[in-house]
């Protein structure tokens, strides 16, 4: 829902100048400094009129130890709703990104690589989630002969993420009955997800095991030994640029709440949950995201659901400090998701 804004136009200009100057720099600021940059020539006389109003208004901050003044939370969000519709992706950062996700063939590498760009884009910490659902079902399962009862299974998601490990079995099998057998579950179960292919396997154990003998048998030894175990709890989860946090945030406190949350998988799927609704296509942006995490007040999270189709395969986002580059993190989220969709329909 919009805000309010200043309510006349030189309060508003006023406001976006300070805002985007203090984003730039990083010191309050001072009516002199936008007298200097003023294009109708108003005096600081005046400009420190206009920011008694803002601030009186809850627009701006005055730190202790300055005569300038500071964006508050509130102008933040009045300045991201001006954003809203009119920010354009530079051709730079486009040509950038294009060029980051070419030859990017599941959601895995996508995602990965979406951690690493926004982080680099934006200044922040950038953040994906791959989200478990159809997409993870089973594509194919591969069985491979290491040694004797030691045996490398694969198993591959439609979504193109991939499980090894390394299965140490009660009794041996040739490369040919191993094969026999993910032969049979690729083509019984591509499609099924891992619950279900598992629920499906005990059933036909009971009742085809007197037909499949010798098949069945290697394939509940198999699944006993963990080759078809179940899916991680957790969330594929991508994090890249909290450096870029230790560089730009002062409050040390807050700070390292912070980067122990970002280390915790599950709470950063947590917050992207509570604040990125599979449901939206616009990008949604968060000033104070201290209702999800309490250390989190002076923070910014700026998210999209990622989609294929109708299908909602996962989330990403950016997250950093209030003083951000938010026109730049908004369109490059934005064209991230979308381009998100495009790339992998094409694939399908």
Known sequence: MAQPGPSGQREREILTAIVETFIATGEPVGSRTLSRASKEGLSPATIRNVMADLAEAGYLEQPHTSAGRVP???AYRYYVEQLTGQAHISQADEGAIQKYFHGVGDVQEFMERTSHVLSLLSSGVGVAVAATG???ALDHVYFSR??????????????GLVRDRVLRTTCDFSQLELETAARYINENFRGWTIDALRAEIDRRLQSERSEYDRLMQSIEELQRSGALGPEPAAQTVFVEGVANLVASEEDKEHLSQLLRMLE???RVVELLSAYVDARQEAVRVVIGLEEAEPQMRNFVLIGAPAHVGNEVVGSLAVIGPTRMDYQHSITAVSYIAQLFDKILNEKE
């Open 146 to 159: 290491l040694a004797a009862s030691k045996i490398l299974a694969v198993v591959v998601s439609r979504s």
């Open 134 to 136: 159809p997409r993870n």
């Open 264 to 266: 915790e998988k599950e």
């Open 72 to 74: 508050s939370a509130q």
